[in-house]
């Protein structure tokens, strides 16, 4: 009969006590029937586990822990990104696997839209635009504004200071419309050419 020189034994992590795989023990050359473990590896079998789960060894056996670190998760709290580590839960964390949509709040169940946010971030960006436009215009004009002040302009560039005053006019009053700050880009006034 032959004799068996090693056997299976099961890894872990030295920090995390996760479990690995399986290694080889070998038999002690000096001490009979004693084998040598590696580090960091036990002769005790892990248990099965399910999805979202691994089996950790910690104080001389193994336990089955939850295991969400491969999973998207979103806080509830906040609607960003969280990164579950070894034992936290979805509940630990106060997260769910739904993704927010924007301007999103939890309302216990899902994802619901703040329309509060939802509509002061429009009336910044359409603000911001705006004043954009507002910022072009007056540097268009500026020049055409220059000669004729000095009595230097033409006809046609007479002609255009007026079409840019007008359009700075227009710009101003897109705030008291109705519809503001929800604008299409048919409701903004066109530029001067």
Known sequence: ???????????????????????????????????LLPAHSTEQQPPVVAER????????????MPDWRSTKLWSQQTAQPVQAKLGETPDSLRATLLEPCEFAVWDGKGWIINKAAQAAALAAQTQAQLKQRMAEAYASR??????????????AE????????????????????AMWPRLVEADWPKQPA
């Not at 789960?53 to 910690?58: D, E, G, K, P, S």
């Not at 500026?142 to 006809?155: K, N, V």
């Open 142 to 155: 500026r020049p055409l504004e220059d000669a004729a002040e000095i009595g230097m302009a033409t006809e």
């Open 158 to 177: 007479l002609a255009r200071l007026l079409r840019w005053k007008r359009y700075c006019v227009e710009l101003s009053r897109l705030p008291e419309l």
């Open 1 to 35: 009969m032959q004799e068996i020189k090693n056997k299976t034994v099961y890894a872990y992590h030295p920090q995390t006590g996760e479990y690995l795989g399986v290694t080889q023990a070998d038999l002690s050359p000096l001490e009979k029937d004693v084998w």
């Open 53 to 64: 789960q691994t089996a950790v060894f910690r104080d001389g056996g193994w336990e089955v």
